[in-house]
């Protein structure tokens, strides 16, 4: 055996020794099939060719081990998680509170905000609270929740619609698809 090196692995890896099947089918460093042999076997194989020994599929009958350079392999796939998390969008929950007692212009600037946050591909949670004795006029609440649904009606559709959490009426847009 010309390398003896241990690499840090953790317990979950099937690599060099932490393999403990008997018989494994062996894949060389080229693709090419080595056939079925034993673990011992197999590593001796592999430390030739000064390489890991790296269980691939060890549910099947018997386990398939490849002869690679295992340090690189996990360099690569961590390179290609790397990638495609950057290509990834994560959608946004962008809250808004709103009142029953709300003015026109303060109506209108939330709706820009709203319509800013579903242009953006963000959902929006709006939020109606409900102080001291406005928990009797519900009904007003719903229909401002109503009117403001209709403004981003051509953006947005209704994600989760208005129910009462306590004194919280809570609704949440999603952006169209285009």
Same mark, same amino acid.
């Given at each position: 055996?010309?390398?003896?090196?241990?690499?840090?692995?953790?317990?979950?890896?099937?690599?060099?020794?932490?393999?403990?099947?008997?018989?494994?089918?062996?894949?060389?460093?080229?693709?090419?099939?080595?056939?079925?042999?034993?673990?011992?076997?197999?590593?001796?194989?592999?430390?030739?060719?000064? /390489?890991? /020994?790296?269980?691939?599929?060890?549910?099947?009958?018997?386990?398939?081990?490849?002869? /690679?350079?295992?340090?690189?392999?996990?360099?690569?796939?961590?390179?290609?998680?790397?990638?495609?998390?950057?290509?990834?969008?994560?959608?946004?929950?962008k809250p808004l509170r709103l009142s @029953?007692?709300?003015?026109?212009?303060?109506?209108?600037?939330?709706?820009?905000?709203?319509?800013?946050?579903?242009?953006?591909?963000?959902?929006?949670?709006?939020?109606?609270?409900?102080?001291?004795?406005?928990?009797?006029?519900?009904?007003?609440?719903?229909?401002? /929740?109503?009117?403001?649904?209709?403004?981003v009606s051509d953006i947005a559709t209704?994600?989760?619609?208005?129910?009462?959490?306590?004194?919280?009426?809570?609704?949440?847009?999603? @952006?169209?698809?285009?």
């Amino acid at each position: 055996m010309s390398r003896i090196t241990k690499r840090n692995n953790s317990s979950d890896e099937l690599v060099n020794e932490n393999i403990r099947f008997k018989d494994v089918l062996v894949i060389g460093p080229n693709g090419e099939q080595l056939g079925t042999m034993m673990r011992r076997e197999a590593l001796e194989k592999a430390y030739e060719y000064e /390489l890991d /020994l790296f269980c691939v599929a060890p549910q099947a009958t018997p386990p398939v081990c490849k002869i /690679l350079d295992y340090g690189k392999f996990k360099f690569e796939n961590q390179k290609k998680a790397k990638e495609a998390k950057k290509h990834q969008h994560i959608t946004e929950i962008k809250p808004l509170r709103l009142s @029953p007692v709300i003015d026109k212009h303060d109506f209108e600037t939330k709706l820009k905000h709203a319509k800013e946050f579903l242009a953006e591909g963000n959902k929006v949670k709006l939020d109606m609270r409900f102080k001291g004795r406005m928990m009797t006029r519900i009904e007003v609440g719903q229909k401002i /929740l109503d009117e403001f649904v209709t403004a981003v009606s051509d953006i947005a559709t209704v994600d989760k619609s208005a129910s009462m959490e306590g004194r919280t009426m809570s609704l949440v847009l999603t @952006p169209k698809k285009k």
